[in-house]
């Protein structure tokens, strides 16, 4: 993120993702991340995210009828526990599962950890 700090719109950008981080982001704070997903936040990135297929994919999410893990590093810095925990929520079924001390390739920081938490969903 901090590659992007020269923008006019990274102030705006990293107090959303900070709040969101804390587990406090609102849909203003997730929208506020936008331009970090493009390359250049010029007209054609700006357009492309205002059409909101985004929010088609959440609601299509939101119809998926089968159980879903999403299983967080505690210290994952590319997708943050309270972030999981906010996306979790797209799935009818979903479950949450946080791994402490877990980064972002838990299987690896905790294999024993990763698949007793695997199994216990898949058992579920």
Do not use: N
Not at 66 to 95: I, S, T, Y
């Amino acid at each position: 993120m901090e590659l992007r700090r020269s923008e006019p719109w990274f102030g705006r950008g990293i107090a959303a993702f900070d709040r969101i981080q804390a587990g406090l982001g609102t849909d203003e704070d997730w929208a506020a991340l936008g331009p970090f997903f493009y390359g250049r936040w010029d007209a054609l990135a700006q357009a492309h995210f205002a059409a909101g297929e985004s929010q088609v994919t959440t609601a299509a999410l939101g119809t998926l009828g089968l159980p879903v893990l999403v299983l967080a590093g505690g210290v994952d810095l590319q997708w943050p526990p309270a972030a999981l925990a906010e996306f979790v929520k797209m799935f009818p079924e979903g479950q949450y599962v946080e791994q402490p001390g877990a980064g972002h390739y838990p299987w690896l920081d905790d294999a024993r950890q990763f698949a007793a938490a695997v199994t216990a969903f898949l058992d579920g």
